[in-house]
Each structure stands twice: as structure tokens, then as C-alpha cells.
């Protein structure tokens, strides 16, 4: 089906498509519903010269869902509900900067996020995102069949609990809150996505530990290969930030990756997380 009240316009590789002709603030009844459709079409949406307020950017954001607050993140000043993703000039890592997917490790994931670019570095800082299901369409059937009969466990502990020893930078780990918040969930490794019906790949580099009643060493070799897999760049995509360009992405259908390429620079983004996610097996 073809879009009538916007324009559409996908990006080079395995998902992605720019939103084009739109103001967020006002969208007609129509623009929405072909929106929606642009969403569950390609997995993640961009839109450029969104010149949004915090409260703008949580009304688009409650359009699709409730916000599902990030209990981790820091907070931008004022506004509790939009999580802060910055990295300072003095900085060595940046948040985001491995493929995952939000919230994995959460018994309902957040559905997905809406980051909006507040300030960019000269060059650099894109976003990368991965099409779970191109990853999973292009496995062999009998690792197929295999992967729908497993889950996984997801964790936060080992990024954001005291211990964690993947955020080595100080500053930054000093602004994550509630490190004894963290815990353990189970969840399919392949989807049924309730949107457009087809399976996707539900494990991510970041968050899951090892299949269920498998010992984290059986788990990785498996794991390792699905991670090169679904990295591949046939089913990736790469978005070079504007000022006010927003990317909408849908953790359910994908992985995302934050470029750490820019040291010595500021880089600003507003996040919000929209809950409202079930995951349902594919099998
Ligand atoms: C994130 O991982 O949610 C942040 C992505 C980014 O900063 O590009």
C-alpha cells in the first residue's frame, strides 16, 4: 500500500525509512495512521527539523503508548520521564555504544524509543540500527526451528548493578541511578511481532546472558554467531544526525548502536522509552 500524506523514503540496507513532509506537533488523522503503518513497514522511522519542546516530544511519544521510564538512565532537568543520553567532550565512552535493543531485560520491554538530537559533534555520532527480521528470515531452517524452541535470560546487572564493570568511565557511571534495581527476566528468542505478524530475532549483545537451562559457556558460541549474524551490514542501516532529527525505532523488530567516534566533542540526545510491549513466542 502506498503512502498518500507523506513521504517515505527508505534508507540504503536491510530497514530504516525516512519521514518526510511531516510536523510531528501537528499531525492530521491521516499523516498518523500512515505513520503508524511507515513504523511497523520498516522498523525505525526518521524525521528531520523537528524543532520539538520536552512537552512535544512526550505528547508524540504518549500517541503510541505509555512512557515506560528508564529506572537506569539520568533524567533530563525538569521533565522525570526523558532520559538523557550524553556524552561529554571529556568522556571516553558513550551510552549505547554496542548493538542492543532497550529494555530487553525488563519482563515487558519498552516497545519502543523516540530519541530526539538536542546537540551534535562536527562529524560523527551516527546511529546504527539492525533488522531482527532480515537476521532471522536469512537463517537455515533447521536453525530456525531450533532457535523457536529456546528462550533466553536477559539481564541489567551486569551494565547498570554496582558491580557492573562495563561502564568503566566514572563520570559516566556515576550518573546511572538504582543500581540495586537490576535483575534477571526470560524471554522467547523468537517473536511473533504483533504489528506486522512476522518472526524476529530476540537476543542482543548487550543484555542477554545465555539461554535458558543452557550454562553461559554453552550458550556463546550460538549467541556469538547470531550476534555476527544479525550484524551483518544487509540488514543494517546508518543515520546521520541533524539538530532536531528524531529517530523512532521499534525494539521488537530491531537492534540499534550508538557510533562512538567523536571524543572530544558534546553530543546531546533526549530519549523516551514507550511501553505497552508483550512478546509473544513465534512457535
Ligand atoms: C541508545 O542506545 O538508546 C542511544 C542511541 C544513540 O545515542 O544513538
Given at each position: ?71 537506569f538512565f539520568p ?84 551494565i547498570f548493578?554496582?558491580?557492573a564493570?562495563?561502564y568503566?568511565?566514572?563520570?559516566l557511571k556515576a550518573r546511572f541511578r538504582n543500581p ?104
Amino acid at each position: 500500500m502506498s503512502y498518500e500524506t507523506i513521504k517515505v523514503r527508505k534508507l540504503t540496507g536491510g530497514c530504516g525509512a525516512e519521514v518526510l513532509g511531516v510536523d510531528l506537533r501537528q499531525l492530521g488523522n491521516r499523516q498518523w495512521e500512515e505513520v503508524q503503518r511507515a513504523f511497523a513497514e520498516f522498523g525505525v522511522i526518521f524525521f528531520r527539523d523537528q524543532t520539538l519542546e520536552p512537552a512535544e516530544h512526550l505528547a508524540f511519544a504518549r500517541r503510541w503508548g505509555p512512557i515506560d521510564i528508564n529506572r537506569f538512565f539520568p533524567t533530563v532537568p525538569g521533565h522525570p520521564e526523558i532520559a538523557e543520553v550524553r556524552k561529554e567532550p571529556a568522556q571516553r565512552q558513550n551510552i549505547g555504544g554496542g548493538w542492543h535493543t532497550d529494555h530487553s531485560y525488563d519482563t515487558a520491554p519498552a516497545m519502543g524509543s523516540i530519541l530526539l538530537a538536542r546537540e551534535l559533534p562536527e562529524e560523527g555520532g551516527d546511529t546504527l540500527f539492525a533488522s531482527m527480521y532480515g537476521a532471522f528470515d536469512a537463517l537455515s531452517d533447521g536453525l530456525k526451528a531450533t532457535l523457536r524452541g529456546l528462550k533466553a535470560v536477559h539481564s541489567s546487572k551486569h551494565i547498570f548493578g554496582a558491580e557492573a564493570r562495563v561502564y568503566e568511565d566514572p563520570v559516566l557511571k556515576a550518573r546511572f541511578r538504582n543500581p540495586e534495581q537490576v535483575g534477571d527476566v526470560v524471554h522467547p528468542v523468537v517473536i511473533r511481532h504483533p504489528l506486522s505478524g512476522r518472526e524476529a530475532l530476540y537476543v542482543n549483545a548487550a543484555f542477554t546472558v545465555r539461554f535458558d537451562g543452557w550454562s553461559v559457556e554453552d550458550s556463546r558460541p550460538l549467541l556469538d554467531f547470531l550476534y555476527r549474524h544479525a550484524a551483518k551490514p544487509e540488514f543494517t542501516c546508518r543515520f546521520r544526525w541533524r539538530p532536531g532529527s528524531i529517530a523512532f525505532w521499534d525494539n521488537r523488530a530491531t537492534w540499534h548502536y550508538a557510533a562512538n567516534d567523536y571524543h572530544g566533542e558534546r553530543r546531546l540526545m533526549h530519549r523516551i522509552t514507550v511501553g505497552g510491549c508483550t512478546l509473544a513466542a513465534a512457535a
